[in-house]
Structure formats: C-alpha cells, structure tokens
C-alpha cells in the first residue's frame, strides 16, 4: 500500500514536467508556450531570421504583456491573429518602438508564425499570427518569427471570425498565458 500511494504521489508531482516537455532538440530560450483553454501552443521562435522580432515576442512574454490577449482576427483556411495587449482589437501594440522589417525566404505555410503590421514594412510591434494553411501571397512581405512545432490541433480550434468583418471574432478565444519556455513554472 505504501509502494502504491508513494507511485501515485510520484505521478502527480511529474505531472507537470511532463506536460511541459518539448520536442526533441527544441532550445526553451527561443520556445514561447501559449496556454488556451483548448491546450498548448509551443512556437520554435526563428532568432536565425528575425532576432529583434523574436526578441520582441520574448520581451512582451516575460512583461506578461501577452496574457489574457484575444485571437481577434481568426480566418478560416488563413490564419489566427492576436497579441494586441494594448486594446484586443488589432488596433493596439506594446509600449516599445516599432520593429524594422526582418523579410526571408522562409514561405508562409501552415504553422507558420508571422510579424502583423501595417501598410509600412516597418511597422511590427506586439501583434503576430499563426497560419491555418500555406499563404504564398505572404511571402518576402511579411517577417515569418517562428514556426509552431507542437499544437497546431488547438490553433485548428480557436474560434473562428466572421467573414463579413474580415475575421473578426466576437467572443473570441485568449492566450491565457504566454511563457518562454526555459521560464516556464
């Protein structure tokens, strides 16, 4: 009996570690893990092709900037939009500077994850977006700042936007939490 009840305490305290365990050869200094209520979202952030980007997406994680945030623009066959922090409707960025463009050759497919912006190439600040499918048209005009390497079944979940608003979604899905991962509790 004391073998079976010190197994169970076992279980439940690697509970949490196994639930936070990445792939194989993923760095947790360039993870970022996004909680939904759907499960988790774990992003290979590219500081190869975009440093300043990724740097971005882990400074705003750490200032907990992203917590709580709405998917506010979310089209089916197209991509997930969030990380507007400041007011949750896409119009809003972070307290810091906009970001220069960091443009690659890496194409937008699915899993994807892309600097938001303006018409100015220069204009990324907070806001970023996961793609449902490939987005050729995207290529070489938007930063790619990532890739999702577990989780695409809970992007597949969020709910998505009304076409007659370009996406916008009423009631929308959040990020609960957004860590990097080697902060991860």
């Known amino acids: 009996m004391t073998r079976l009840f010190m197994l169970f305490a076992l279980l439940i305290w690697a509970t949490p570690l196994l639930a936070q365990q990445l792939p194989p050869g993923t760095d947790p200094q360039n993870t970022i893990l996004i909680d939904t209520k759907y499960g988790r979202i774990a992003i290979k952030l590219r500081n190869d092709l975009a440093p300043k980007h990724a740097e971005r997406l882990k400074q705003l994680a750490r200032d907990k900037y992203y917590d709580n945030v709405p998917f506010h623009r979310v089209i089916a066959g197209f991509m997930a939009q969030t990380g507007d922090g400041q007011r949750?409707?896409?119009?809003?960025?972070?307290?810091?500077?906009?970001?220069p463009a960091e443009f690659s050759s890496v194409p937008f497919k699915r899993g994807i994850v892309g600097m938001a912006r303006t018409n100015d190439p220069n204009s990324a600040n907070s806001q970023f977006f996961i793609m449902f499918a490939d987005g050729p048209f995207l290529n070489g005009k938007y930063t790619v700042v990532g890739e999702v390497i577990s989780g695409m079944d809970v992007v597949d979940k969020l709910k998505k936007g009304s076409e007659a608003q370009n996406g916008a979604v009423a009631d929308p899905d959040r990020m609960l939490r957004v860590q990097v991962a080697a902060d991860a509790k």
Do not use: A, H, R, V
């Open 88 to 99: 949750g409707d896409g119009t809003g960025g972070s307290k810091y500077p906009n970001l």
